[in-house]
């Protein structure tokens, strides 16, 4: 009975440091903050390969306002994915690191125009369509980690749809948090 007991405890201990040892983890974040005309929100799930770099998959969703046209307020969503790349360009030393990252990707999504319909209320038709997106992206990434599980995160990302109504370039500046599932 003994070395029953004696085993389980060997291979709990091997399976906690080979835990401890892995050079990559996970971590999930949300964020939320201005795009152009409106606000918007990502959801990311990144995969950090090493301390220094990580593969990024983000869910954005945006709500914006058109006030361009005279006296009318256009609606418009942008919903993607976006697949990407980030590293680390700089660091600062201390008890809690601030890095700042670079990175960037690809993207594909679908944008909606007032809801659909394609005409205004005094009977204009409105020539552009909503229609699958896709294009790139370019970002900076703040990360100020405030315990070994949590950090602040602040985000910002230049959108460029190829094939866009509304226009091809779309920023997107947003504060968020991170949390490490390692």
């Given at each position: 009975?003994?070395?029953?007991?004696?085993?389980?405890?060997?291979?709990?201990?091997?399976?906690?440091?080979?835990?401890?040892?892995?050079?990559?983890?996970?971590?999930?974040?949300?964020?939320?903050?201005?795009?152009?005309?409106?606000?918007?929100?990502?959801?990311?799930?990144?995969?950090h390969?090493?301390?220094?770099?990580?593969?990024?998959?983000?869910?954005?969703?945006?709500?914006?306002?058109?006030?361009?046209?005279?006296?009318?307020?256009?609606?418009?969503?942008?919903?993607?994915?976006?697949?990407?790349?980030?590293?680390?360009?700089?660091?600062?030393?201390?008890?809690?690191?601030?890095?700042?990252?670079?990175?960037?990707?690809?993207?594909?999504?679908?944008?909606?125009?007032?809801?659909?319909?394609?005409?205004?209320?005094?009977?204009?038709?409105?020539?552009?369509?909503?229609?699958?997106?896709y294009?790139?992206?370019?970002?900076?990434?703040?990360?100020?980690?405030?315990?070994?599980?949590?950090?602040?995160?602040?985000?910002a990302?230049?959108?460029?749809?190829?094939?866009?109504?509304?226009?091809?370039?779309?920023?997107?500046?947003?504060?968020?948090?991170?949390?490490?599932?390692?």
């Amino acid at each position: 009975m003994k070395l029953y007991h004696l085993l389980i405890v060997l291979i709990f201990s091997v399976v906690q440091m080979s835990y401890g040892q892995r050079a990559f983890a996970t971590s999930v974040g949300l964020s939320a903050g201005y795009t152009e005309d409106g606000y918007a929100g990502l959801f990311n799930y990144n995969y950090h390969n090493g301390r220094s770099s990580y593969i990024h998959v983000g869910l954005f969703a945006s709500f914006s306002v058109d006030k361009e046209t005279v006296g009318y307020e256009i609606p418009y969503n942008i919903f993607n994915i976006q697949p990407g790349y980030y590293f680390r360009i700089m660091q600062s030393q201390g008890f809690k690191p601030v890095s700042l990252y670079l990175g960037g990707g690809g993207i594909l999504g679908y944008e909606i125009l007032n809801n659909g319909n394609n005409e205004l209320p005094n009977g204009a038709l409105i020539d552009a369509k909503s229609q699958f997106l896709y294009g790139g992206f370019a970002g900076l990434e703040l990360d100020y980690a405030f315990s070994d599980d949590w950090s602040f995160v602040v985000k910002a990302n230049e959108y460029y749809h190829v094939n866009s109504d509304v226009g091809n370039w779309y920023p997107y500046i947003a504060v968020g948090l991170r949390y490490y599932l390692y």
